[in-house]
């Protein structure tokens, strides 16, 4: 273990990719600290992937292992896909932080801890018997022991109306300024952000300001880092680009939604994490014309969403896990009535309350087949972060043009991390055209279930003069809307809601293969990018062949969706549920899609993945396995 | 734009502000229509209703089909929303755009309607299951938030479409087939719920009284932001007579408090009773002639604070005996979402492909190449 003096030289080593996780208790302003990193980083030009991963406590008892709180980033000099498995670089705040991250951080890789946070005290909450700075735990790793605290009080000291209370906080921000040394991220984007932050609270200021600076300036000065690493800028399609996270894409895809129809956004939903996101980041747009409310429940969120479609706005609600089963009967009555609406599931762990800040893609038969009768919808999930904003456009435009509920499923994951995007042209956005009618459509009558050739109704919104009509959840005649008992209607009625989903026009599959693989790997969701990861990794380092593909539509599903599979000895599935789309793909295509399931309340990682390739394909190279 | 009906229920004209619809500056320009008086027939769908012989929703769908022309708004600018139960099958029956939506959920549904578009006058039909058992929690948010909506409950004291089980607004001891030993549930008194939920606007009326109906609808149709009737509705089948003492005839007369804003609360066949202020500071029930005409209290339905309308409404704690009907409150508050309607359709003409392009790249961005 070293110790830390003043030194002046120091070596740089250029490397392409570093895995970072910042650790520390809830309260330790460590989301703080990794999104300033990322901002910095994104500005380097590396390429990056950041998930945070924090409990669903605001403040579980300081210094408990249930408190922790962590923000990772993986930043290269190459397109990256993922946040990353397992870090290179932990930071951690305390010892909680240390025994839970600990064992992610690969051998060898460096730990750097604020030593001021291993009291007795802080060692005993945390579970550790023995003293972890001085029993070995930390042999293999490169450990390097800053007392973080104490350098934070004195380098605030003399700030006025700061008391060494206040200062301790700004730790965080310590560690921020001496990973940003580690890794030569600019000062100024970070300096930026706190003076801009905090200009309200001029000692708060001075004190973050004072600890990001001793932080930056002690890695440079100590001895301890006697190596600082450059991580050369990746190359990236020319463009604008700027950081995202999923909640944010979803956000200002549901606004582009809105301005492509020129439909109002209309948006309802109730708290539950991790979807409140998305309606504190939609609730600031009222200029942009966006209506959000907090709905006294689950159920009202839905039902207002649906009023508001019928009125002929883009109706919208999102909601985790438990909200949707408290939606069910309302996206059934959106089907049976025929309206737009879009309703976006960020999926976690359940069942019940399950893990409500960690991830799962459980909820795929739920969306498909979670309501009573036979009750069809679209369903699209996004794959990337940045990928959100394209599927809630999708979702949008689905809806809208086809009448009908479509489910978005997001999952924590995905609403969580970021990843840097490149802006799209809005002038590249597609159309959404809601055609709305605006006069009688069989001779003077107005009939509001007549179809035209995609078998969707009318959309009648109330002061349309002559189109008064009333729709409702008992079955209707199909043309006139009346309430039919009738079998042969029924019979007709419920054949025609599933051929008209089915008559969704949704791409190809397209399948990455470049050398001709046996294994086609299939996912869905947010496995896109530890799937990639993985084939490309496998291809590269061990001469795999293997072949890729995503779906983003899983209903309807693309129609060459059973050629694909059938064109493969063997079709691996991965997924975060116990093989949801597995069952689909059986049942639908007689294809024996073989499942790897997940249910951890982690994101699949690449190195999952590649795992399950190998065991399939480890024997075989390259040319001699299809 | 004209619609040709010049009143408005609610004094609201905001069809200029951006709300119009498609189709309807056609109908505009071509011709300024003539002022054709709406009637019943505007209101009356062609469908076949089909409740039980009797039922007395006939009376409350005659009574509103009646009355609507006089709202002067025309039917392509209204909408009825219902939930599940007998009352939810009025919305077929209005000649105006509708949702029958699903059980208990009609004030969510509607607020959606209505906050969405300011233009439209938007009625909820509901029960005392739809609207007090499954969907209360959703009729409580809606007077809360003071929606522009009216809300007709009707109340008849049983399940009807599920044939006859109890419900919250039951008596103690009810026996029905979910009941067989009588029902040990303590009834909620909507009037009195709806004023604890803090309805600026909260009134009771009876189905078969077509005057006293239409006046409340009237008060109701007037009134800005939430109005809450409950119409006493008698289900011929499985509750009959439970509202005999305020219904018919040879009891109304002496039974119905017909409150009246500003008056002294008087009733009985003679006007020879009356409420007063007791000496334990309590209303009671008392004959006029007892205590002099001077000491009857005065019904003010304006009071910023409800209490007055509380008590009023616990003065029957059940319509057995003597029991208030009318407006017990009408107050002005702030009427949910509909500046900022106004706000954001505005803020919406504005809003283009160069403000999205604006949204996407604000905050930190970096070019490459």
Not at chain 1, 192 to 207: Q, T, Y
Not at chain 1, 470 to 485: C, F, H, P, Q, V
Not at chain 2, 63 to 75: A, H, K, L
Not at chain 2, 303 to 324: I, K, N, Q, V
Request: hydrophobic share 40%.
């Amino acid at each position: 273990m070293w110790s830390a003096s003043p030194v002046a030289e120091k070596t740089v080593e250029k490397i392409d990719r570093v895995v970072v996780r910042f650790a520390g208790d809830s309260g330790d302003g460590m989301q703080l600290t990794g999104s300033r990193f990322t901002d910095a980083t994104a500005l380097v030009g590396n390429d990056l992937a950041t998930l945070p991963d924090f409990p669903a406590e605001i403040r579980a008892p300081a210094g408990t292992p249930h408190g922790v709180s962590a923000f990772q980033i993986h930043f290269a000099s190459r397109d990256i896909l993922t946040p990353g498995d397992n870090p290179n670089v932990l930071v951690a705040m305390n010892p909680a932080a240390l025994i839970t991250n600990l064992p992610a951080v690969e051998k060898g890789g460096t730990v750097v801890l604020n030593e001021d946070g291993f009291s007795k005290h802080n060692l005993k909450k945390a579970g550790y018997e023995t003293d972890p700075l001085e029993d070995g735990t930390l042999d293999a790793y490169q450990a390097f022991r800053v007392p973080m605290t104490s350098m934070t009080v004195r380098a605030t000291e003399g700030i006025d109306g700061i008391t060494s209370r206040d200062a301790a906080r700004s730790k965080n921000l310590f560690a921020l300024g001496l990973v940003s040394f580690m890794y030569g991220r600019p000062t100024e984007p970070s300096v930026g952000w706190i003076e801009k932050k905090f200009a309200g609270d001029v000692p708060v200021r001075d004190a973050n300001l004072a600890a990001f600076r001793a932080g930056y300036n002690f890695g440079e000065t100590a001895e301890l880092l006697a190596v600082t690493y450059e991580v050369d800028p990746a190359p990236a399609a020319p463009g604008i680009y700027r950081n995202v996270n999923g909640t944010q894409a979803l956000a200002y895809g549901l606004i582009a939604a809105g301005v492509q129809s020129g439909l109002g956004l209309f948006y309802a939903s109730y708290p539950i994490t991790p979807a409140s996101e998305v309606l504190h980041a939609l609730s600031r747009h009222r200029k942009l014309g966006v209506r959000t409310i907090q709905a006294e429940d689950e159920i009202a969120a839905v039902n207002m969403a649906l009023g508001a479609s019928f009125a002929g706005q883009l109706g919208v609600t999102a909601t985790s896990g438990p909200g949707m089963d408290l939606k069910s009967e309302t996206i059934g009555l959106a089907v049976a009535m025929e309206l737009p609406m879009v309703v976006i599931n960020v999926q976690r762990a359940g069942p019940s309350t399950g893990m409500p800040t960690k991830t799962e893609a459980a909820d795929l038969l739920a969306a498909l087949y979670g309501r009573h009768g036979e009750s069809p919808l679209p369903v699209v999930a996004p794959r990337t972060p940045s990928d959100c904003f394209h599927a809630a456009i999708e979702a949008a435009r689905i809806a809208v043009e086809h009448r009908t509920p479509v489910i978005l499923l997001s999952d924590t994951f995905l609403a969580n991390s970021s990843e840097p995007w490149k802006l799209p042209d809005v002038a590249s956005l597609p159309a959404i055209e809601p055609g709305f009618a605006t006069g009688p459509n069989s001779g003077d009558a107005f009939l509001p279930y007549l179809r035209d050739d995609r078998l969707a109704r009318p959309w009648a919104v109330p002061g349309t003069p002559g189109l008064r009509h009333r729709i409702g959840g008992l079955e209707k005649e199909d043309g006139t809307g009346n309430i039919s008992y009738q079998p042969v209607n029924h019979d007709h009625m419920t054949r025609l809601r599933a051929e008209r989903i089915a008559r969704v026009e949704v791409p190809d599959l397209e399948v990455d293969d470049p050398d001709g693989a046996s294994l086609l790997v299939l996912g869905w969701g947010s496995s896109y990018g530890a799937i990639q990861g993985a084939a490309r990794r496998v291809r590269r380092e061990q001469g795999i062949s293997v072949a890729t593909a995503h779906l983003r539509h899983l209903n309807p599903l693309p129609r060459n969706v059973g050629e694909v599979l059938r064109a493969y000895d063997r079709v691996l599935v991965p997924e975060m549920n116990m093989g949801q789309l597995v069952k689909i793909l059986r049942a639908q295509y007689l294809v024996d899609c073989e499942s790897y399931t997940k249910v951890d309340g982690l994101p699949i990682f690449t190195r999952d993945v590649i795992e399950q390739i190998v065991a399939r394909m480890g024997r075989q190279t390259n040319g001699s396995g299809a | 734009m004209s619609d040709g009906h010049a009143a408005s229920g609610n004094g609201r004209h905001v069809d200029d502000l951006g709300f119009g619809q498609p189709g309807e500056d056609a109908v505009s320009e071509t011709a300024v229509p003539a002022v054709q008086p709406l009637t019943k027939a505007d209101f009356s769908s062609d469908q076949e209703t089909r409740w039980c012989p009797g039922c007395g929703d006939y009376a409350v769908l005659a009574s509103v089909q009646s009355f609507m022309p006089e709202v002067g708004i025309p039917p392509d600018k209204i909408v009825f929303v219902t939930g599940i139960g007998c009352a939810g099958r009025f919305v077929y029956y209005m000649d105006t755009y509708g949702m029958h939506g699903i059980h208990g959920r009609a004030p969510a549904l509607a607020t959606g309607v209505a906050t969405s578009r300011p233009d439209l006058s938007v009625w909820v039909v509901t029960g005392d299951g739809d609207a007090l058992s499954i969907g209360g929690n959703h009729l409580i948010h809606a007077l809360r938030r003071n929606v522009p909506l009216k809300i007709l409950l009707f109340n008849n004291q049983i399940y009807g479409l599920t044939k006859g089980q109890y419900s919250p607004t039951s008596e103690e001891g009810t026996v029905t087939k979910s009941t067989p030993f009588g029902s040990q549930d303590h009834p909620f008194n909507p009037v009195a719920l709806a004023l604890g939920a803090e309805a600026s606007f909260v009134a009771r009326t009876v189905d078969t009284d077509k005057g006293h109906l239409a006046q409340t609808l009237r008060a109701a149709a007037a009134h800005e932001g939430t109005a809450f009737v409950e119409i006493y509705q008698n289900c011929n089948v499985f509750n009959d007579g439970a509202f005999d003492a305020v219904r018919a005839k040879g009891q109304r007369e002496l039974n119905q408090i017909r409150l009246e804003h500003g008056r002294p609360i008087r009733f009985g066949a003679e006007d020879e009773r009356g409420v007063a202020r007791g000496a334990d500071g309590r209303l009671e029930l008392v004959d006029v002639g007892d205590v002099g005409e001077e000491q009857l209290a005065v019904h003010d339905a304006s009071r910023s604070e409800p209490t007055l309308a509380f008590e009023l409404a616990h003065l029957a704690s059940r319509p057995t005996g003597p029991t208030p009907i009318g407006v017990f409150r009408d107050v002005r508050r702030p009427v949910y979402g509909q500046e900022l309607a106004l706000e954001l359709e505005s803020a919406r003409a504005d809003v283009g492909p160069e403000q999205l392009q604006q949204l996407l790249h604000s905050g930190e961005t970096w070019t490459v190449g």
